[in-house]
T-cell receptor
């Protein structure tokens, strides 16, 4: 099992460009999450999907959209990138969702917006 | 809402014991989790406490006191490979809220 995979690993964008970060899991998990990590800020939740067909906002959703394409895939879209979105983006999944569950993280996407 | 406080940095030497504290404020409580992250890589799960007391997993232990809204991660027999960032996290509905992380540096 590959676990949680993310593409791309690195990306450089110019301000105003758009892009989609892809995430897939092969553990048959119901819940998936997108976090961003900035120096000294820890992991902050952008959006999550508790189950296929549902999505909810996290702490920092502004400037992002998500799509739960199917049970395996959860994508994050930046419609018009801004330098403030320079960050490392992590996707995660858990079996059922909820604070008592282990979350499994992907390797991250490092995004630089110029 | 939720907020978590943990020290930003801790240093220790090989073979020592170190404790990383976490205090939290939360409107609902689903347990306290700990995650480890090496060099900006994927965070990995270490432990989870739903009830008061100590949970032990090898060299790592985690403690929770719900009455004090406090927990800690205890790392024993420190090794160089334990140099990493450690995050506490509390549940909020279907998601986790993470603290800002503690960077542990282990020296020889």
């Amino acid at each position: 099992n590959a676990g949680v995979t993310q593409t791309p690993k690195f990306q450089v964008l110019k301000t105003g460009q758009s892009m989609t970060l892809q995430c897939a899991q092969d553990m048959n998990h119901n819940s998936m999450y997108w976090y961003r990590q900035d120096p000294g800020m820890g992991l902050r939740l952008i959006y999550y999907s508790a189950s296929e067909g549902t999505t909810d906002k996290g702490e920092v959703p502004n400037g992002y959209n998500v799509s739960r394409l199917n049970k395996r895939e959860f994508s994050l879209r930046l419609e018009s990138a801004a330098p403030s979105q320079t960050s490392v983006y992590f996707c995660a999944s858990s079996e059922l969702g909820g604070g008592q569950e282990t979350q499994y993280f992907g390797p991250g996407t490092r995004l630089l917006v110029l | 809402g939720q907020s978590l406080e943990q020290p930003s940095e801790v240093t220790a030497v090989e073979g020592a014991i170190v404790q990383i504290n976490c205090t939290y404020q939360t409107s609902g409580f689903y347990g306290l989790s700990w995650y480890q992250q090496h060099d900006g890589g994927a965070p990995t799960f270490l432990s989870y406490n739903a009830l008061d007391g100590l949970e032990e997993t090898g060299r790592f232990s985690s403690f929770l006191s719900r009455s004090d809204s406090y927990g800690y991660l205890l790392l024993q027999e420190l090794q160089m490979k334990d140099s990493a960032s450690y995050f506490c996290a509390v549940g909020r509905g279907a998601a986790l809220i993470f603290g800002k992380g503690t960077t542990l540096s282990v020296s020889s």
